[in-house]
């Protein structure tokens, strides 16, 4: 299925007849008044902004902005935001990308989804390097893609020699994080910041096939996976592309992990409405990453709930006509929320429909809500 999608037409807003996107436009204007009336909200605060983009393999649907930036000044469909766990299915595609071109490590080992990260960093005498060495479960790749490591999360847990509300090095988190025991379960689903973080990191010790030396994480996603889908919007938090604006974050408690590098590889993108439907429409049409590598990345890797798998930057959940590919983003000042139906063989065309909405304030309820009644309007 993953193999067969249409190219992308021009974008065709009248795609959506007039009165859905009265219908649409309502449903965000009630999602709104919600958010604002929230007593969460620190008094004094503006009202939040909401950008959306709702597409298919044919066309984009809908894309527009809700609020403003600034007095005066509207949101729009290419506002950017910071877009939380929405990182993480970048990283995720970064690393089988690498797996994918045969790169290696730069003692020259194979760079597999098995690969043991003992292998891959130094004193991580904690982290077993495989089952028949030690009788325990290794940490690799392929578990820290799938949340299934069992190292702690640091986000919920700081080392106790760091600041949250401060900044941190890259080497110095990496170097705490090293200090960590998996703990739980062998191979049980955790939703872990901790996982991404140390893929981000395994990426920068990788140098594939033509290259003389490893990327940074950024540079490698930039270069690669950014110009694939054609992103123009999609930077980094704090090093956002040329001529954007940026929406202004609203706090609804006090920033925590909002700093360099806190976020590395989990939750550090900055990006556009417009720009997630076309990282959405480039990874289902095969331009990101070949299509069995696509079909892994949203797989059952892990069981969260009876109904609900983590794959590897995606929750996938398996409907009557429809397998359903979902993440949230939640940082300080910004809430995200990503939606894919891929429809079965016998469903009928379209092949998918997604559903991108951003918003500029934390702490937010309903917006899975707000994505299931945008789809079912652009699907009926």
Not at 207 to 227: K, M, N, S, Y
Request: aromatic letters at 8%; proline letters at 7%.
């Amino acid at each position: 299925m993953l193999a067969s999608f249409l190219a992308i037409a021009p974008a065709d807003a009248s795609s959506l007849t007039a009165e859905k996107r009265a219908a649409a436009d309502a449903l965000v204007a009630r999602f709104l008044s919600r958010v604002d009336a929230s007593p969460a909200l620190l008094p004094g605060a503006p009202k939040a902004a909401l950008s959306l983009a709702i597409g298919n393999e044919r066309t984009l649907l809908l894309a527009k902005g809700y609020g403003d930036c600034a007095p005066g000044v509207p949101v729009t469909e290419h506002t950017v935001y910071h877009v939380g766990s929405l990182a993480k299915q970048f990283t995720a595609a970064a690393v089988l990308d690498l797996i994918g071109r045969k790169a290696r490590l730069r003692d020259g080992t194979p760079l597999t989804l098995d690969l043991a990260l003992a292998q891959i960093f130094e004193g991580v005498e904690h982290w077993p390097r495989s089952d028949a060495e030690t009788g325990k479960q290794p940490v690799t790749l392929r578990t820290l893609l799938t949340m299934t490591s069992n190292l702690p999360n640091f986000t919920r847990l700081p080392p106790s020699a760091t600041d949250p509300w401060g900044r941190i090095a890259a080497p110095e988190l990496l170097s705490e994080l090293k200090k960590l025991k998996p703990s739980g379960w062998p191979n049980t689903f955790e939703y872990s910041n901790t996982s991404y973080f140390l893929l981000a990191e395994a990426i920068e010790e990788a140098v594939a096939p033509g290259e003389q030396a490893p990327r940074a994480h950024r540079d490698r996603l930039r270069r690669t996976l950014f110009a694939r889908a054609g992103l123009r919007e999609t930077g980094f938090v704090g090093d956002y592309m040329p001529n954007t604006v940026v929406a202004p974050a609203i706090y609804r408690r006090k920033p925590v992990f909002d700093q360099p590098d806190w976020l590395k590889g989990s939750a550090d993108i900055a990006s556009s409405a417009t720009d997630i439907y076309a990282w959405n429409a480039a990874l289902m049409n095969g331009r990101v990453l070949p299509s069995d590598l696509v079909a892994l990345m949203v797989s059952d890797g892990a069981r969260v709930t009876p109904d609900l798998y983590y794959g590897m930057g995606w929750f996938v959940e398996h409907r009557r006509k429809a397998e359903i590919y979902t993440h949230s983003g939640h940082v300080p000042g910004y809430t995200s929320y990503s939606l894919i139906s891929a429809a079965s063989a016998k469903a009928g065309a379209p092949a998918w429909t997604s559903v991108t909405l951003l918003v500029n304030t934390d702490v937010v309820e309903g917006l899975e809500t707000l994505a299931e009644e945008l789809l079912y309007l652009a699907s009926e």
